[in-house]
T-cell receptor, first 116, second 110 residues
Framework: EAGVAQSPRYKIIEKRQSVAFWCNPISGHATLYWYQQILGQGPKLLIQ????????DSQLPKDRFSAERLKGVDSTLKIQPAKLEDSAVYLC??????????????FGPGTRLTVL | GIQVEQSPPDLILQEGANSTLRCNFS?????LQWFHQNPWGQLINLFYIPSGTKQNGRLSATTVATERYSLLYISSSQTTDSGVYFCAVEDSGNTGKLIFGQGTTLQVKP
């Protein structure tokens, strides 16, 4: 079974530029998560989708971050414009279904973003 | 919101030693998972353990939900066990949203 795929693996941009990350979850997984992990900290949930609907985006900085999962499969996370404090690893995860959170979450390798 | 605290923050072991990592959480939870983040950043799920005890090879975990803590045991540690161990709990919203602790950084020396 293929795991969660993410691209690119690394990205370096200057502040005020835009960037987009892509995630393809495990086949058949209804729920998709985007996390932000700042160096030295645990991951923090940015947004959660079930199929193509948003379940939780309470911690997404909506003035600059956006995410979509149009066909309920792969997803894109965008930052526009980027700030220095957005430097982090962006992790995508998926789980089989919502089901009260009883499913294991499987993580992709992450995208390491550096904002200069 | 729910708080998750892990201890110790850092741990250095000699290969072959045993260790116990602890996770305390501030409220009742539906879901608790332990993850290992390897030096390349990949997060691997170790256990889904909202209560009780599970074992997988040299690793085992116990969650005492009524006392709001979980323990991860590593026996006969190997250098490949190095990395960061995270405890994550599902918040009370029952949506699957995980709240992560700050992690325990483990270094196993040969």
């Amino acid at each position: 079974e293929a795991g969660v795929a993410q691209s690119p693996r690394y990205k370096i941009i200057e502040k005020r530029q835009s960037v987009a990350f892509w995630c393809n979850p495990i086949s058949g997984h209804a729920t998709l998560y985007w996390y932000q992990q700042i160096l030295g900290q645990g991951p923090k949930l940015l947004i959660q989708f079930q199929n193509n609907g948003v379940v939780d985006d309470s911690q997404l900085p909506k003035d600059r971050f956006s995410a979509e999962r149009l066909k309920g499969v792969d997803s894109t996370l965008k930052i526009q414009p980027a700030k220095l404090e957005d430097s982090a690893v962006y992790l995508c995860a998926s789980s089989l279904d919502l089901a009260g959170g009883t499913d294991t979450q499987y993580f992709g390798p992450g995208t390491r973003l550096t904002v200069l | 919101g729910i708080q998750v605290e892990q201890s110790p923050p850092d741990l250095i072991l000699q290969e072959g030693a045993n260790s116990t990592l602890r996770c305390n959480f501030s409220d009742s939870v539906n879901n608790l998972q332990w993850f290992h983040q390897n030096p390349w950043g990949q997060l691997i799920n170790l256990f889904y353990i909202p209560s009780g005890t599970k074992q997988n090879g040299r690793l085992s975990a116990t969650t005492v939900a009524t006392e709001r803590y979980s323990l991860l045991y590593i026996s006969s540690s190997q250098t490949t066990d190095s990395g960061v161990y995270f405890c994550a709990v599902e918040d009370s919203g029952n949506t699957g949203k995980l709240i992560f602790g700050q992690g325990t950084t483990l270094q196993v020396k040969p």
